[in-house]
């Protein structure tokens, strides 16, 4: 398996161990302190990774808008987290609310490399974003 490979799925399960806690959350802390308590912990996380790779001695690269980039990043992250956890408090189930997240998050993964970075769209990969488009369709049902 590829290297990338590996750190996606490992990826993959992290964050969907961090959306059955987010749930879990619902009712035991208020959607404000829980998006400060998760954030927070998540920023140790990678100040700790940070740590680790200037301790290595590996080049931190950057650029002013690079650092624009991932400041926007973040806010939606932040935007993601706070809508994420009100959904919950609205109700919503887990097996209805995360389908919805990571198909839509699927169906912009895909668009965007289409159209902004110009990856190749082939018949399977556009059958595969309709049946996100089905699956986010379904899901609200």
Known sequence: MKAWMVAA???AVCYGINNILLKLTNGRIS???GAVCIQTFSLAVIVGYFLLIK???EAVNWSYQGIAISMSSGIMM?????LLLTAFKFGGPVSGVIP???SGQIVLAALAGFLLFREG???IKAIG???CFLGIWLSSR
């Open 9 to 11: 799925v490992i990826s």
């Open 121 to 123: 769209l082939s018949a």
């Open 129 to 131: 974003i309709l049946c």
């Open 31 to 33: 959607d404000a302190l």
């Open 78 to 82: 932040g935007f993601g987290l706070v």
């Open 100 to 102: 919805v997240l990571l």
């Open 55 to 57: 301790m290595r001695g």
